[in-house]
């Protein structure tokens, strides 16, 4: 009976040890649970106080460029990842018509610029020399073209007067035979005839002597009968009066003396006028030189201003044509893509080189939501990584927070700037970066 009571107490004590070792373990992992849970919520609730966002690395300044007129491209002066200065010409279009404009429009100004500045300055010894030496050379023209003026007016009387003389030749040939020549020729045929019947009668006294051929008489006689057939002939070419050749002759010697007055004639208009072009350069370079001797007046000065300034204009219209097919750099900075190739169409509005300052960029978020966006001020520190670099936290700063917001697939969202302190030299422009941000308490 004791052992049993023994072993009942045994049993009691080993129950009430043992139930109080299950409560002692039920509590501890009550604890434990609860310490868990309280743990994960803290947690939780600091996830909950982080704002998230994406972005990109991105240049503070950048443009995407291209012309502001349509047209082939001609040239591209840079290639992607150029460090380029503000206003150096990255690319242009087909514009040799426009690049000739402006080549004309700069000699115009400097023509205009170098003739303002002569006005300006006077005249220089030299000048006014050479000047004088024109007033002379003018004066020396006006002798040369008097000389020639006299020449062609005594060629003109000479030729008249060889007229004159043909007409006079042709009128003597004309007007034979005369009364008189006619008369005269009578008379010489008259005398013959009376010399032949002379010579015949002696001649007839002594024809029976036998020595008749060799006496006087008879040689008489024969002279007598050869006058008389010459003094009948000469009378006949007299009466006859001149040959249609003989007229043909003085007629084309009129001609000939006519044709020489045309030309001399022909010369004067032309004698004439360099007179009076010489007389003209006279007054021209004397009026020359006065200017030089004067200097330039106040409406010189003036004119030539105006020219200066309208060159100018030509020259500065004709560089903004020019300019509309070109496109230059901004700023400082460097290319990032170029999207064309030579003779390719671009149209304004395209964008043909993206070009930015690399040197200062920072990180643009595209998924800031608006529930998270009223948390943001500039000014906030936040915490920047990079999917290039995902083992390192950076620093930054907001400086900027949209106030307009952007409409991304159907999500309404703001765009948050952030300044990056000590970015990597290997971080490039457009990557992604994700920004921690610690909502301010309101």
């Known amino acids: ?17 043992g139930w109080y070792g299950y409560n002692y373990y039920i509590a501890e992992q009550a604890a434990a649970l609860e310490a868990e849970a309280a743990a994960t919520a803290a947690q939780e609730q600091e996830l909950e106080q982080v704002i998230w966002a994406s972005g990109k690395l991105t240049p503070a300044s950048w443009a995407s460029l291209g012309p502001a007129t349509p047209g082939a491209v001609a040239a591209i002066h840079v290639a992607s990842g150029d460090w380029v200065e503000a206003d150096e010409l990255l690319l242009e279009l087909e514009n040799d018509v426009l690049q000739g404009q402006v ?16 006005l300006k300055a006077g005249a220089t010894p030299a000048e006014i020399a050479a000047a004088e030496a024109a007033v002379a050379t003018a004066k020396a023209q006006v002798a040369v073209a008097g000389a020639a003026l006299l020449e062609v007016q005594s060629a003109v009387e000479t030729a008249q007067a060889l007229v004159a ?34 010579a015949q009668a ?14 006087p008489q008879s040689l008489a006689l024969a002279q007598a009968t050869a006058n008389l057939e010459s003094a009948n ?12 050749a003989q007229l043909a002759v003085a007629v084309r010697a009129i001609d000939v003396a006519r044709t020489g007055v045309s030309a001399a004639e022909s010369r004067a208009p032309g004698a004439e006028a360099n007179v009076r072009a010489a007389i003209a350069q006279i007054a021209s370079a004397q009026a020359a030189l006065d200017r030089l001797l004067e200097g330039a007046t106040a409406e010189d000065i003036a004119m030539a201003e105006a020219r200066v300034a309208s060159a100018q204009a030509a020259l500065t219209s004709a560089q903004a044509q020019l300019s509309l097919t070109q496109v230059t750099a901004p700023f ?51 915490e920047v990584t990079f999917d290039a670099l995902p083992d390192r ?50």
């Open 165 to 198: 003389q043909a007409q006079a030749a042709y009128a003597e040939v004309a007007s034979h035979p005369t009364e008189q020549e006619r008369l005269a020729a009578r008379a010489v045929i008259a005398q013959a005839e009376a010399a032949l019947r002379n």
């Open 233 to 244: 002939a000469q009378q006949a070419a007299i009466l006859q009066g001149p040959t249609p």
């Open 332 to 382: 400082d900075g460097q290319v990032g893509t170029i999207n064309v190739r030579p003779g390719e169409i671009v149209n304004p509005g395209d964008a043909a080189i993206l070009f930015g300052d690399t040197t200062q960029m920072h990180v643009e978020t595209t998924d800031l939501r608006e529930t998270d966006v009223i948390h943001v001020r500039p000014g906030q520190a936040v």
């Open 103 to 118: 080549t004309v429009a700069e000699a115009a100004v400097r023509e205009a610029e170098a003739a303002l500045s002569k």
């Open 393 to 442: 936290i950076f620093t930054g700063v907001v400086t900027k927070v949209a106030p307009v917001s952007s409409a991304v697939q159907g999500s309404t969202n703001y765009t948050v700037d952030v300044e990056v302190a000590e970015l990597d030299p290997m971080l490039r422009w457009g990557m992604t970066a994700f920004v921690n941000i610690r909502p301010e308490a309101r």
């Open 202 to 215: 002696a001649y007839n006294i002594v024809k029976g002597d036998p020595a008749i051929g060799s006496m």
């Open 1 to 17: 009976m004791r052992r049993i009571i023994t072993w009942v107490l045994i049993l009691a004590v080993l129950g009430a040890a």
